[in-house]
């Protein structure tokens, strides 16, 4: 029998085999309005970048430093909307990355500069809260300091670098005393003001202003003079969810105590100078970034907590800490005891 040939076929064949390869050519090319967030780089504070130390004291730990304190990172790919159909599907179905709309990562609020801008100012914020946090922890009185006058009767009075003693005779403690002392006093009433200028004690007296709302403000912003002199040496690393490990860090070279001991200790979340501890994102890509690099403990902030179960990656203990104190606590609990004694986020 004489086979029949069916040109049709072939023509089907061939237009469905087109359409097949341009679908798989639009999921290698076509970009999608989305980005992916995914576990980034850990930093072991404790440690070198090159020649340079990630945290720097003035003097060398009295102790010997034998194990780690890894800052965590989220890495992000899509910023220049590059993401496409393939990539974001392969990337939905892994369990450590997290798929969200561009807008969400990248409002269009905010410049790319004015974004790197802000997360620039975050870190360092979060370097300077950590180091107040830290010095207070350890006993190391930390005083208030003039950044700024911006009221017509404080810059008559007060300079830059001013650092502040004292409100009409009573020593100031911290931040939240000096707001204590200024909200006891009627505003528009004469105060008197002892500080510290190069070296020298002065008493400056001044008129306050008035917050809006009947309470007293002095017309300044205010940072903090710290007694000793710390500095960082990260790096190409933004925002503010570090701090904890800063102020750990801190903690370790200028307390006496090996934190880590031979482990490998990870975290993450905010600090401000009183040392509690805020909520971050990412948390989920942050712990696997951290066990990756060989985490048996992660500090997780108290608030993360609801984020944190049923995502912690095998072989990885998940401590929940509101405060650097919760944190101290964990650390000399797995030095003394066991991992089995921690207040987990599981």
Sequence with gaps: MARTHHPSRGRTLTISGTVTMALILLLVILPVPYVVEMPGPTVDVLGETGDVELIQVPDPPEHPVTGQLR????????????????????????????????????????TRAERETRSAQQMASSQELA????????GIGVELRIVDAVGEAASRVLKPDDVLVAIDGTDLRDFEH?????????????????????????????????????????????????????RFGVE??????????????????????????SRIVAGTGTIDADGNIGPIGGIQQ???AARRDGAELFLAPEKNCPDVRGSVP?????????????????????????????????
Excluded at 97 to 104: C, F, L, R, S
Excluded at 131 to 138: C, D, M, Q, R
Excluded at 243 to 260: C, E, H, R
């Design 71 to 110: 800052l965590t990172t989220v890495s992000t790919h899509g910023s220049d909307h590059d993401l496409t159909v393939g990539e974001a599907i392969m990337r939905w179905l892994s369990s450590a990355d997290q798929v969200i709309p561009y807008e969400a990562a990248y409002p269009r609020s905010f």
């Design 131 to 138: 180091s107040v946090a830290a010095l207070n922890e350890l």
């Design 178 to 230: 000096l707001l204590e002392v200024l909200n006891a006093i009627p505003a528009g009433t004469s105060i008197e003001i002892a500080i510290r200028r190069d070296g020298r004690e002065h008493v400056v007296t001044m008129a306050t202003e008035d917050d809006g709302e009947g309470r007293a403000r002095m017309g300044v912003t205010v940072g903090f003079a710290l007694p000793v002199d710390v």
């Design 236 to 261: 190409g690393i933004g925002g503010s969810s570090a701090g904890l490990i800063f102020a750990l860090g801190i903690v370790d070279k200028l307390g006496p105590t090996d934190l880590a001991d």
């Design 286 to 288: 942050k712990m696997v």
């Design 314 to 346: 095998r072989g990885l203990t998940v401590a929940s800490v509101a405060t650097l104190a919760d944190a101290l606590d964990a650390l000399r609990g797995i030095r003394d005891r066991s991992m089995d004694t921690l207040d987990t986020c599981q």
